[in-house]
């Protein structure tokens, strides 16, 4: 089998001294402990705290790692999968020990448990001479907050019996191609990393048992509230920014922010009126001094190079981490969705759109909707600009029948951002030109507010489920998604047509 003797039978789930608690640690819990041990320390005591509560977006990601982890498992065939609840910790003890004494040569999800630490190894594969531990990532890459993770679940294999030859992360290979699956998924070793940590986690271990013995640990804020991961409790912890905050300058170093909050500087308007600041920075500074818009000279100019009659373009994508169109990578962002006014001979405005309907690729029907759509515009106006860009080439790409029709939607693509950014602040911006934070500040009524689906990220979200993943959906749901999809993406084109106006009065 490949097990070496210790001190605890790995076929047998770890015995406990009759009136101790059960242990309290997981993997993840060792590494949000790594991170933070207060956060830890509410993970633990408050498992029931409001911030625990699984939103829609973390329920999206947990979802995705599943799928992406189902997947692997069929890249190493013919394993037992240990399918107990989570919550019937003894049973997945219980369970997983009968498949090793069977003999498994492979285990999906075994549960693990030593030293007061329970694992759920993603795989084990049997080989001469013991296992190699098989860590699943839905990432593109191995990442440093990987390697705790490894050597914990690794620390907890060896001290119960079970001998790990080889420690890999498997991720997945962005360098795979749709429909040739074959190489979706990169084996990393890293048993020489893991190695050169793996001697720090008992101690470690050790150290978060008496956190969690001991009353709630006073942890200063810092950059460790958001890296590697964002901590759920950050409300607890961070006071309520003032007004202006300092760090909202725009794009301001994380060195220099810590110096001007060390030097007592909370605010933009502390700073002493001779600071070097950047042009952008500077307006921001006095829009916050004048509670008030700043206009530079030169918008009148920007405005005045837009060749009219103007079309305002927005897409909508997809990223399916495994890719299910024809030359797609994982995470490739595909449009789905796209939204086009244009201005019409008559000074009015018409609006077209376009939504996938099913799982089949959509890129031919709309990268001919957007030839079609923007034909009549002599400028086509897009916010961040490069991600239309880049979707377009990617259809050209696909799409080499196309390409010189497409090639004239590039050349008439011209980014708004800029133009806002380098001569227009208003103080509700808040240090960011995101369209979200500007159109509202810029366009009076404008509001995202009253509508159902009212960010790109949550669109994302929406639009995979619609188109594929909606097999559990009604009818009357999927029309009703589709409603809210079409209503946000044209909301964003309307915010654009808003601050083109906004922008030729204010000039």
Same mark, same amino acid.
């Given at each position: 089998s490949g097990r070496r003797e210790s001190a605890t039978d790995p076929l047998t789930p770890e015995a406990h001294v009759p009136g101790t608690s059960e242990p309290r640690l997981t993997k993840t819990k060792f590494v949000s402990g790594l991170q933070c041990t207060k956060m830890l320390w509410w993970l633990v005591h408050e498992p029931d705290a409001e911030e625990l509560e699984i939103d829609p977006a973390t329920q999206f990601l947990f979802d995705r790692g599943h799928e992406v982890g189902r997947v692997a498992q069929t890249y190493v065939p013919g394993g037992v999968l240990i399918d107990v609840p989570h919550r019937e910790r003894r049973r997945r003890l219980e369970e997983t020990a009968e498949a090793l004494r069977h003999g498994a040569k492979v285990l999906y999800e075994a549960a693990i448990e030593h030293d007061g630490v329970m694992i759920l190894a993603d795989i084990l594969e049997r080989v001469r001479g013991g296992w190699n531990l098989i860590e699943v990532k839905s990432t593109t890459s191995v990442k440093p907050q990987h390697l705790p993770d490894v050597a914990v679940q690794t620390h907890v294999l060896r001290g119960a019996g079970l001998e790990v030859r080889r420690a890999e992360l498997m991720h997945l290979n962005r360098e795979c191609r749709y429909p040739d699956l074959s190489n979706l998924f990169e084996r990393a070793d890293v048993t020489e990393e893991v190695a050169g940590i793996i001697d720090e986690v008992p101690a470690q271990i050790r150290a978060l048992k008496r956190t969690l013995a001991g009353p709630l640990p006073d942890v200063k804020i810092g950059d460790h509230c958001h890296k590697p991961y964002e901590c759920a409790f950050l409300e607890r912890c961070w006071p309520e920014p003032p007004p202006h905050a300092v760090g909202t300058l725009y794009r301001l170093a994380k060195s220099r922010r810590v110096e001007y909050e060390s030097e007592g500087y909370r605010t933009i308007l502390d700073l002493p009126r001779g600071e070097a600041l950047t042009a952008i920075q500077e307006r921001q500074r006095k829009a916050a001094r004048t509670n008030d818009l700043v206009v530079d000279p030169g918008l009148r100019e920007a405005l005045d190079d837009l060749e009219p009659p103007l079309g305002y373009l927005d897409?909508?994508?997809? *990223? %399916?981490?495994? %890719?299910? =169109?024809?030359?797609? $990578?994982?995470?490739? *962002? /595909?449009? /789905?969705?796209?939204?086009?006014?244009?201005?019409?001979?008559?000074?009015?405005?018409?609006?077209?759109? =376009?939504?996938?309907?099913?799982?089949?690729? %959509?890129?031919?029907?709309?990268? $001919?909707?957007?030839?079609?759509?923007? #034909?009549? *515009?002599?400028?086509?106006?897009?916010?961040?600009?490069?991600? #239309? $860009? $880049?979707?377009?080439?990617?259809?050209?790409?696909?799409? %080499?029948?196309?390409a010189t029709r497409l090639d004239a939607v590039l050349s008439r693509l011209v980014d708004f951002l800029p133009i806002v950014r380098d001569r227009v602040y208003h103080p509700r911006f808040a240090g960011s030109f995101g369209l979200k934070s500007v159109a509202p500040a810029l366009v009076p009524g404008l509001s995202y507010d009253a509508l159902e689906i009212a960010a790109g990220d949550e669109a994302s979200r929406m639009l995979y489920g619609l188109l594929l993943k909606s097999d559990g959906m009604s009818a009357a749901e999927k029309k009703r998604l589709r409603q809210d999809l079409l209503k946000y993406c044209r909301m964003d084109t309307e915010a654009l047509v808003g601050m083109h106006r906004e922008l030729i009065r204010l000039a």
């Open positions: 897409f909508e994508t997809v *990223a %399916p981490p495994i %890719p299910v =169109w024809k030359g797609c $990578r994982p995470y490739d *962002a /595909v449009p /789905v969705q796209l939204s086009v006014h244009i201005q019409a001979a008559g000074g009015g405005l018409t609006h077209h759109e =376009w939504l996938a309907d099913g799982p089949g690729d %959509p890129r031919e029907t709309l990268a $001919r909707k957007l030839i079609e759509f923007t #034909e009549g *515009a002599k400028t086509i106006l897009a916010y961040s600009a490069p991600f #239309e $860009r $880049r979707c377009i080439e990617d259809l050209q790409e696909h799409l %080499p029948r196309l």
